[in-house]
């Protein structure tokens, strides 16, 4: 049957679109809050990540064919739906505005130190709206074509890395940091939550799902949590916690030192295009279900035409936001990863026990 | 970048004001978007040192 997306499509941008932030702030958060044993945290967010997808996988089986407005007005009523979405539409705005600073002090970060942000800005929203105009299908193709090179990329990097791996850099660990970890994975649990998107575009799906189809966000979610574990373990097995830490981009770093048998280096710019790619990856998505949020709020039958003026609003919005990394690092650390812990986990949980509830009517309709 | 903003939302007034004017809403709302987006590039343009939210927000919670 020809979809317009699939829930395959969805696993493979939700890896995608997680990738960047795993390499960015994720290694720096965990090293700063759980120290040399942070390593273990990616293990420990599998506790919070595995119930949401189940309560995504059914939230999908219950009301097959809706979209997470639809569920929700099934569930909530249409009045606190409306309220719930709009507050998703500001989370999303301040999601992508984050996600814009972020792509941008990386490209200051690694290639390109004396070029102004706007510059990267201008042409992220040149291509964004390009890709936009191409239709949701093409974004979700250049994710599904791209992530399968990217994971052979990290086989590789993680191959020649291994003899790298200083074990004085990630042993001894003992109980006594149980507690800062299981803390800390709420760094890695704020990235995993993304598996929301599969709701968001519920309705795209069709009438009947197969559980095959849903077995791929199971699929999505363990290879999140190795593609998690094993960056950390890198980043911290070879520059050290403390570097990792003060870092704002370790990976970046520790990458630099690793070379394929001596005969080719270099791999940081393949991390940077990476972390580019899925930035980009994200942002389409993102700015997609933000139209989304504002078709459904003021019920618009067609949004193309305000494009223009929401790319404008992102675009010095980001300047409002935050400028420098310092700035950055603070908002990511306090607000967006607590913003996303509620907007990723705890609505979907409160729809869920409504779902439960609510189950033998649910029953006789389907 | 203003400019270039500002041209492009006339474009887009021109290229689809028949989507736009078919409904109330939408004309609101395009002009509610362009008028905020508009308000925070002259803002930016008058003064692109103000401090941002979370310098505030990091005073705030200190």
Known sequence: MNREVTLRQITFMYLFISISSILRQMPQMLASEAGRSGYLSPVWSVLATVPLTAIVILLIKSYPGLNFYEIMEQLIGKVLAKIVILLYLLWIFLAITAKVTAYSLTMQFTLMPRTKSDFFMAIMIVLVFYALIRGIKTIFRFSELTLGTVLVFFAVLFLCAMTRIRRDYLLPISTIHLKSTIMASKYVIAIGGNIIIALFFADKFGITVTKQQLRKLWFGLGTFTVLAFVITIFSFGISGTSLTANLPFPFYITVKSISFFNIFERFEVFVTLICILSDFATICIFAILLMRCVTWVFNLTECNFLYTPLAMIVFYSTYYLSSTQFEFNYLYQYIIVNLNLIFQYIVPLILAFFCFIKRKKIKQQY | ?62
């Open chain 2, 1 to 62: 970048m203003i400019y270039i903003f500002s041209f492009t939302i006339i474009y887009t007034f021109i290229r689809q004001r028949e989507k736009i004017l078919s409904k109330k809403r939408n004309f609101a709302l395009y002009i509610l978007f362009s008028v905020g987006g508009l308000a925070l590039g002259i803002v930016y343009l008058l003064n692109p040192y103000l401090p941002s939210l979370t310098t505030a927000l990091e005073k705030y919670m200190k």
